[in-house]
């Protein structure tokens, strides 16, 4: 088990969500975006669940975001909605496809889903949020 494998294997299960394919899956919150849609992760938080004599287990939190750049045209709006509802279901899905993440956590599970809307940049973007959560026993050895 290895954090960067945890990295990894997020990057490759979104890269596989296919409703809607997306321009690219970034790592890092971004502060830019030049096309949509797109879908990013990053480390939100990271916890220590327990501990016994010789190691410490753990949860991290991340965030996946998937961002849309807001049309002005009304038919093209009312049909992101069904994009974004997709977008969520193919994460969700993908995620729990692989719950031990290629054998780099004990267990992983994704949150509840909101959207709503930021400004990057003076630009709108849709967007869905998924807290994803990674649990790792035995992650962190304690030396006496």
Known sequence: MTRAGVLNTIDTLLGSVSDP???AVLRG???LIPTTPIVAFWLTQHEEDFTTLG???TTAEFTIRCYWRMPTAQDVRESLELEV???IAG???ALRGDAALSGNCTDSRPGFASTGYIDLS????KVASIPF???IYGSETITP
């Not at 003076?122 to 973007?125: D, E, M, N, P, V």
């Open 55 to 57: 190691d410490a287990s």
């Open 133 to 135: 959560f990674v649990d």
């Open 85 to 87: 509802w997709n977008a």
């Open 21 to 23: 394919t997306f321009a």
């Open 29 to 31: 919150e971004p502060l």
């Open 122 to 125: 003076g630009i709108t973007f």
């Open 91 to 93: 994460i969700k899905s």
